[in-house]
């Protein structure tokens, strides 16, 4: 398997206009890859653990995560990610109302890559978004028996 196979974005936000916002930067920062939006952390889960498409088992992911979800905390989704599992190089971008210097610290030390507060700052987010970018097209999924 040659080809490069496109970034899953996995956006994990209740809120709709949040959503919608987040989703307008990252087409306004050049970024044309699907986006797999849920509202609750369990189908976010099941879609990237057991989805057919899913990049536990097809391909790489970044997720956006919400750290205030109706059925479970966005630290736990958090920390099954980033625990030993097929998705623990998978890049994660919290995106909270949270700015509790305890919680930021908690969600780097379980792997997040970037934690940005909303409201979103618009040039912060472009430019967290712009080094993702740089990732989502530099990104390779290692061949079997290619050389680490």
Same mark, same amino acid.
């Given at each position: 398997?040659?080809?490069?196979?496109?970034?899953?974005?996995?956006?994990?936000?209740?809120?709709?206009?949040?959503?919608?916002?987040?989703?307008?930067?990252?087409?306004?920062?050049?970024?044309?890859?699907?986006?797999?939006?849920? =509202? $609750?952390?369990?189908?976010?889960? !099941?879609?990237? *653990?057991?989805?057919?498409?899913?990049?536990?088992?097809?391909? &790489?992911?970044?997720?956006?995560?919400?750290?205030?979800?109706?059925?479970?905390?966005?630290?736990?989704?958090?920390?099954?990610?980033?625990?030993?599992?097929?998705?623990?190089?998978?890049?994660?971008?919290?995106?909270?109302? =949270? $700015?509790?210097?305890?919680?930021? !610290?908690?969600? *780097?030390?379980?792997?997040?890559?970037?934690?940005?507060?909303? &409201?979103?700052?618009?040039?912060?987010?472009?430019?967290?978004?712009?080094?993702?970018?740089?990732?989502?097209?530099?990104?390779?999924?290692?061949?079997?028996?290619?050389?680490?």
């Amino acid at each position: 398997m040659t080809e490069h196979q496109p970034v899953n974005i996995v956006m994990i936000e209740d809120d709709e206009g949040h959503a919608r916002l987040i989703e307008k930067n990252i087409r306004r920062a050049g970024i044309s890859n699907d986006i797999h939006h849920f =509202t $609750d952390g369990t189908s976010a889960l !099941e879609f990237l *653990y057991e989805h057919d498409n899913g990049p536990a088992l097809n391909g &790489p992911a970044l997720v956006l995560l919400d750290l205030n979800l109706p059925d479970m905390s966005g630290t736990d989704i958090l920390a099954k990610i980033k625990g030993d599992g097929p998705l623990k190089r998978t890049p994660v971008v919290v995106l909270t109302t =949270t $700015d509790d210097k305890v919680e930021i !610290e908690r969600c *780097y030390d379980l792997g997040c890559n970037v934690y940005i507060t909303k &409201p979103v700052n618009y040039e912060n987010f472009a430019q967290a978004i712009r080094q993702l970018g740089l990732f989502l097209s530099v990104i390779q999924v290692p061949e079997v028996g290619e050389d680490q």
